[in-house]
């Protein structure tokens, strides 16, 4: 009888690997593709067609109307900044149309972006009136002046209110290699807006944060241990402003990439400059903001007749740029009041309805939209490891300098795909409630929203 070789054995125990590998991939991917129950029970039964093409027709005839729900109109000038808004303008542009609407005179409103926006309800109104400067907010200079630009004689007298609403959005990038970019626009231009709000005489500061400040990087690949029973850490959590209170700015690999690393970064900067007579504070829109064509949320799957995703049952609270402009306005109100326990911190705000699976909102696309739509399901494993050869491979050129030039760079949508993407793309829910508390329950008793 002959025995098994020590190349036998080798060859067993290669296909044995490479099998408990593929196996263990396959269960990752199992997890990944799943809903855990907490998150299941707070999100809608799938939307109905019909039920869609009713609401549909109710609000093409009935537009909501939410200028019942803004505060009430304020005495005061207002400067919005929205640096290199991607979406051109979303929030801030709504924040404008919100203060025309309730009455503010356009002569006391000013813009301070790097264009003027496209958007298509400005071409139109008092709203192309508003008065505009281009600003690079990087420059300290450039702020200054576009701050410190003469009011029509009217106005000039009135107290000052300024929001600022925008950052770039590189949602995917989390190497440092990268940071120097977000950190520009992001961390420099929000000092740059405080000076000059407080150079300009402004006492209230209203800045646009991000509720993915709260987000921890998902661990997708699970223990074997832990294969059973569990669900990868941080797979699912809920946003909200734990992180901010009593505790330092968590170190840089504790976020999921640079984008909200400079958000947390420029966000500090916004609280801790409170003070009587130059109140500040933040609004954490939930993850992510809809309402422009250019955004990834919705406008994105919009523009396209096939959508590729590994995500399309992760469940997540979006918020409308309206309501984010909404809740800036009651912000506004509540820094004003005379005792204000809300300003010097951070708000997280989102649509009041539950939290919805991307699959619902890609039901609506294929229902409502004229043109067709498909979605074209990828198992997350396969594209989690994608991004990570991606991101490995994009960042050598900052780690082997003389490869720059040589290796060819990553172009189309596949430079996107990195691994920060996947902590984006978990299960996160977000509520207004600590925003919607009424004033009677106590310090915290805020009612921004
Ligand atoms: C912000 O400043 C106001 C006015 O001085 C103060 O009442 C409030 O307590 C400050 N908030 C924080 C969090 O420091
Ligand atoms: C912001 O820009 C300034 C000036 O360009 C820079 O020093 C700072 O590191 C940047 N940080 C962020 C978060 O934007």
């Given at each position: 009888?002959?025995?098994?070789?020590?190349?036998?054995?080798?060859?067993?125990?290669?296909?044995?690997?490479?099998?408990?590998?593929?196996?263990?991939?396959?269960?990752?991917?199992?997890?990944?593709?799943?809903?855990?129950?907490?998150?299941?029970?707070?999100?809608?039964?799938?939307?109905?067609?019909?039920?869609?093409?009713?609401?549909?027709?109710?609000?093409?005839?009935?537009?909501?109307?939410?200028?019942?729900?803004?505060?009430?109109?304020?005495?005061?000038?207002?400067?919005?900044?929205?640096?290199?808004?991607?979406?051109?303008?979303?929030?801030?542009?709504?924040?404008?149309?919100?203060?025309?609407?309730?009455?503010?005179?356009?002569?006391?409103?000013r813009i301070i972006d790097?264009?003027?926006?496209?958007?298509?309800?400005?071409?139109?109104?008092?709203?192309?009136?508003?008065g505009f400067v281009q600003t690079?907010?990087?420059?300290?200079?450039?702020?200054?002046a576009a701050f410190?630009r003469?009011?029509?004689?009217?106005?000039?007298?009135?107290?000052?209110?300024?929001?600022?609403?925008?950052?770039?959005?590189?949602?995917?990038?989390?190497?440092?290699?990268?940071?120097?970019?977000?950190?520009?626009?992001?961390?420099?231009?929000?000092?740059?807006?405080?000076?000059?709000?407080?150079?300009?005489?402004?006492?209230?500061?209203?800045?646009?944060?991000?509720?993915?400040?709260?987000?921890?990087?998902?661990?997708?690949?699970?223990?074997?241990?832990?294969?059973?029973?569990?669900?990868?850490?941080?797979?699912?959590?809920?946003?909200?402003?734990?992180?901010?209170?009593?505790?330092?700015?968590?170190?840089?690999?504790?976020?999921?990439?640079?984008?909200?690393?400079?958000?947390?970064?420029?966000?500090?900067?916004?609280?801790?400059?409170?003070?009587?007579?130059?109140?500040?504070?933040?609004?954490?829109?939930?993850?992510?903001?809809?309402?422009?064509?250019?955004?990834?949320?919705?406008?994105?799957?919009?523009?396209?007749?096939?959508?590729?995703?590994?995500?399309?049952?992760?469940?997540?609270?979006?918020?409308?740029?309206?309501?984010?402009?909404?809740?800036?306005?009651?912000?506004?109100?509540?820094?004003?009041?005379?005792?204000?326990?809300?300003?010097?911190?951070?708000?997280?705000?989102?649509?009041?309805?539950?939290?919805?699976?991307?699959?619902?909102?890609?039901?609506?696309?294929?229902?409502?939209?004229?043109?067709?739509?498909?979605?074209?399901?990828?198992?997350?494993?396969?594209?989690?490891?994608?991004?990570?050869?991606?991101?490995?491979?994009?960042?050598?050129?900052?780690?082997?300098?003389?490869?720059?030039?040589?290796?060819?760079?990553?172009?189309?949508?596949?430079?996107?795909?990195?691994?920060?993407?996947?902590?984006?793309?978990?299960?996160?829910?977000?509520?207004?409630?600590?925003?919607?508390?009424?004033?009677?329950?106590?310090?915290?008793?805020?009612?921004?929203?």
């Open positions: 009888m002959t025995g098994y070789t020590l190349l036998d054995w080798l060859t067993i125990g290669a296909y044995l690997s490479v099998a408990l590998l593929v196996a263990y991939l396959a269960r990752i991917n199992y997890l990944l593709k799943g809903t855990p129950e907490e998150v299941r029970k707070l999100t809608d039964a799938p939307w109905q067609p019909a039920k869609l093409k009713e609401i549909y027709e109710k609000l093409r005839t009935h537009p909501v109307d939410y200028t019942a729900n803004l505060p009430p109109r304020q005495s005061r000038r207002y400067i919005l900044v929205q640096p290199l808004n991607l979406s051109t303008g979303l929030v801030g542009g709504f924040i404008v149309l919100q203060l025309l609407a309730r009455g503010t005179p356009p002569q006391s409103i790097i264009r003027k926006t496209e958007r298509s309800d400005f071409k139109t109104g008092p709203a192309t009136k508003v690079d907010i990087t420059s300290k200079a450039s702020v200054r410190g003469e009011w029509h004689h009217s106005v000039a007298h009135l107290p000052l209110t300024v929001f600022h609403t925008a950052a770039v959005i590189i949602p995917s990038d989390r190497c440092k290699h990268v940071y120097a970019f977000p950190e520009r626009v992001n961390v420099t231009g929000t000092r740059n807006v405080l000076d000059a709000a407080e150079a300009a005489g402004a006492d209230i500061v209203s800045v646009t944060s991000s509720a993915s400040i709260a987000i921890r990087p998902i661990e997708p690949f699970v223990s074997l241990w832990r294969l059973f029973g569990n669900w990868p850490k941080y797979f699912w959590q809920v946003l909200d402003c734990r992180d901010f209170f009593g505790k330092p700015l968590r170190p840089h690999e504790e976020f999921f990439g640079n984008y909200p690393a400079t958000k947390a970064v420029a966000e500090r900067a916004v609280c801790d400059a409170n003070r009587s007579g130059f109140r500040t504070g933040c609004i954490r829109p939930a993850n992510g903001v809809y309402g422009s064509p250019a955004d990834n949320i919705l406008g994105s799957p919009l523009a396209r007749a096939v959508m590729p995703t590994w995500a399309a049952h992760i469940v997540q609270s979006f918020v409308h740029g309206a309501n984010v402009a909404v809740a800036h306005l009651h912000h506004e109100a509540a820094l004003l009041r005379p005792d204000c326990p809300q300003a010097g911190r951070p708000f997280v705000v989102t649509d009041p309805n539950p939290p919805i699976a991307y699959d619902h909102m890609y039901t609506a696309i294929r229902t409502l939209s004229i043109h067709p739509f498909m979605v074209l399901p990828l198992p997350p494993v396969v594209m989690l490891l994608m991004a990570h050869a991606i991101e490995w491979w994009s960042v050598l050129p900052y780690k082997f300098p003389n490869l720059k030039g040589v290796i060819p760079s990553i172009s189309g949508d596949a430079r996107y795909l990195k691994p920060g993407l996947f902590s984006i793309c978990t299960h996160l829910v977000a509520t207004n409630d600590e925003a919607a508390r009424p004033v009677s329950e106590g310090v915290w008793g805020t009612r921004v929203w």
